[in-house]
Protein backbone atom coordinates (compact mmCIF):
# COMPACT_ATOMS: atom_id res chain seq x y z
CA UNK A 1 0.00 0.00 0.00
CA UNK A 2 2.56 2.59 1.07
CA UNK A 3 6.15 2.95 0.52
CA UNK A 4 8.08 0.70 2.44
CA UNK A 5 10.89 3.18 3.84
CA UNK A 6 12.56 0.31 6.28
CA UNK A 7 15.12 -0.52 3.52
CA UNK A 8 15.76 3.84 3.18
CA UNK A 9 18.83 5.17 5.39
CA UNK A 10 17.41 6.52 8.54
CA UNK A 11 18.29 10.32 7.08
CA UNK A 12 15.99 10.13 4.20
CA UNK A 13 13.12 8.56 6.53
CA UNK A 14 13.60 12.11 8.10
CA UNK A 15 13.82 14.39 5.09
CA UNK A 16 10.70 12.30 3.82
CA UNK A 17 8.74 12.85 7.57
CA UNK A 18 9.99 16.84 7.07
CA UNK A 19 8.71 17.34 3.13
CA UNK A 20 5.22 15.72 4.37
CA UNK A 21 4.90 17.66 7.60
CA UNK A 22 5.71 20.72 4.99
CA UNK A 23 2.59 19.78 2.52
CA UNK A 24 -0.03 19.34 5.74
CA UNK A 25 -2.86 21.82 5.01
CA UNK A 26 -4.52 24.09 7.61
CA UNK A 27 -6.55 22.15 10.02
CA UNK A 28 -10.41 23.18 10.43
CA UNK A 29 -9.69 24.53 13.74
CA UNK A 30 -7.16 26.30 12.46
CA UNK A 31 -9.60 27.29 9.69
CA UNK A 32 -12.59 27.67 11.99
CA UNK A 33 -10.53 30.42 13.88
CA UNK A 34 -9.75 32.08 10.70
CA UNK A 35 -13.22 32.80 10.07
CA UNK A 36 -14.01 34.11 13.29
CA UNK A 37 -11.16 36.74 13.36
CA UNK A 38 -12.44 37.90 10.28
CA UNK A 39 -16.11 37.93 11.02
CA UNK A 40 -15.25 40.09 14.27
CA UNK A 41 -13.73 42.52 12.26
CA UNK A 42 -16.59 43.07 10.00
CA UNK A 43 -18.92 43.08 13.03
CA UNK A 44 -16.28 46.44 14.05
CA UNK A 45 -15.86 48.01 10.78
CA UNK A 46 -18.54 47.21 9.09
CA UNK A 47 -21.54 49.32 10.70
CA UNK A 48 -18.50 52.36 10.74
CA UNK A 49 -18.04 52.19 6.73
CA UNK A 50 -21.84 52.52 6.48
CA UNK A 51 -22.66 55.31 8.70
CA UNK A 52 -19.64 56.99 6.84
CA UNK A 53 -21.66 56.46 3.63
CA UNK A 54 -24.70 58.11 4.87
CA UNK A 55 -22.81 60.84 5.83
CA UNK A 56 -21.44 61.31 2.58
CA UNK A 57 -24.63 61.28 1.13
CA UNK A 58 -25.88 64.05 3.18
CA UNK A 59 -22.98 66.14 2.27
CA UNK A 60 -23.51 65.66 -1.47
CA UNK A 61 -27.26 66.42 -0.58
CA UNK A 62 -25.92 69.51 1.00
CA UNK A 63 -23.65 70.65 -1.45
CA UNK A 64 -26.36 70.02 -4.48
CA UNK A 65 -28.81 72.38 -2.88
CA UNK A 66 -26.13 74.96 -1.62
CA UNK A 67 -25.28 75.06 -6.03
CA UNK A 68 -29.00 75.53 -6.77
CA UNK A 69 -29.65 78.09 -4.34
CA UNK A 70 -26.99 80.25 -6.18
CA UNK A 71 -28.09 79.00 -9.53
CA UNK A 72 -31.52 80.60 -8.14
CA UNK A 73 -30.50 83.47 -6.96
CA UNK A 74 -28.32 83.66 -10.42
CA UNK A 75 -31.78 83.40 -12.31
CA UNK A 76 -33.51 86.16 -9.49
CA UNK A 77 -30.34 88.77 -10.65
CA UNK A 78 -30.88 88.37 -14.13
CA UNK A 79 -34.64 87.98 -14.84
CA UNK A 80 -35.86 89.95 -11.82
CA UNK A 81 -38.02 86.95 -10.13
CA UNK A 82 -37.47 83.82 -8.64
CA UNK A 83 -38.15 80.88 -10.82
CA UNK A 84 -41.95 80.35 -10.46
CA UNK A 85 -43.28 76.88 -9.12
CA UNK A 86 -44.66 75.19 -12.38
CA UNK A 87 -41.07 76.42 -13.79
CA UNK A 88 -39.46 74.63 -11.19
CA UNK A 89 -35.13 73.70 -11.42
CA UNK A 90 -35.29 73.48 -14.89
CA UNK A 91 -35.59 76.97 -15.21
CA UNK A 92 -32.15 77.08 -14.62
CA UNK A 93 -31.23 74.73 -17.42
CA UNK A 94 -33.77 75.83 -20.09
CA UNK A 95 -35.16 79.54 -20.49
CA UNK A 96 -38.56 79.67 -19.54
CA UNK A 97 -40.91 81.11 -21.99
CA UNK A 98 -41.61 84.46 -20.49
CA UNK A 99 -38.17 85.00 -18.87
CA UNK A 100 -36.49 88.03 -21.11
CA UNK A 101 -32.81 88.88 -19.47
CA UNK A 102 -32.34 84.95 -19.01
CA UNK A 103 -29.03 84.70 -19.11
CA UNK A 104 -28.75 80.83 -18.32
CA UNK A 105 -27.93 77.74 -18.36
CA UNK A 106 -27.28 78.42 -14.93
CA UNK A 107 -26.76 75.19 -14.40
CA UNK A 108 -23.93 73.50 -16.03
CA UNK A 109 -25.63 69.86 -16.39
CA UNK A 110 -29.19 68.91 -16.00
CA UNK A 111 -30.89 69.22 -12.60
CA UNK A 112 -29.28 66.05 -11.32
CA UNK A 113 -31.80 63.49 -8.79
CA UNK A 114 -30.25 63.30 -5.25
CA UNK A 115 -28.13 61.11 -3.95
CA UNK A 116 -30.88 58.44 -3.18
CA UNK A 117 -32.38 58.53 -6.28
CA UNK A 118 -35.62 60.83 -5.79
CA UNK A 119 -35.89 64.77 -7.90
CA UNK A 120 -35.07 67.70 -5.47
CA UNK A 121 -38.67 69.53 -4.62
CA UNK A 122 -38.79 73.14 -4.95
CA UNK A 123 -40.92 75.23 -3.44
CA UNK A 124 -41.91 79.17 -3.78
CA UNK A 125 -42.62 80.54 -1.03
CA UNK A 126 -40.01 78.24 1.42
CA UNK A 127 -41.62 78.34 4.73
CA UNK A 128 -38.83 80.48 6.10
CA UNK A 129 -37.57 82.21 3.17
CA UNK A 130 -38.59 83.07 -0.05
CA UNK A 131 -37.88 79.53 -1.65
CA UNK A 132 -37.11 76.46 -1.03
CA UNK A 133 -34.83 73.58 -2.27
CA UNK A 134 -35.62 70.10 -0.17
CA UNK A 135 -34.46 66.48 -0.83
CA UNK A 136 -36.35 64.40 1.53
CA UNK A 137 -33.47 61.95 2.01
CA UNK A 138 -33.29 58.45 1.59
CA UNK A 139 -36.92 57.44 2.82
CA UNK A 140 -38.07 59.89 0.75
CA UNK A 141 -40.95 60.83 2.97
CA UNK A 142 -41.88 64.18 3.71
CA UNK A 143 -42.24 64.23 7.52
CA UNK A 144 -40.96 67.93 7.69
CA UNK A 145 -38.71 66.70 10.57
CA UNK A 146 -34.67 66.66 10.15
CA UNK A 147 -34.78 64.12 7.91
CA UNK A 148 -35.30 66.75 5.13
CA UNK A 149 -32.37 68.13 4.10
CA UNK A 150 -33.02 71.49 2.70
CA UNK A 151 -31.77 75.38 1.82
CA UNK A 152 -34.10 77.11 4.86
Known amino acids: MGFDTGCLPAGRRRAR??????????TLLELLVVLVIIGMLAALVGPRYFAQ???????????????????????????GRYPTADEGLNALVVKPANADKWAGPYLKKEVPLDPWGHPY?????????????????????????????TNE
Do not use: M, W
Open 17 to 26: HTQAAKQRGF
Open 121 to 149: IYKIPGAKSDYAVISNGPDNKQSGDEAAI
Open 53 to 79: LGKSQVTVARAQIDVFTKAIDNFRLDV
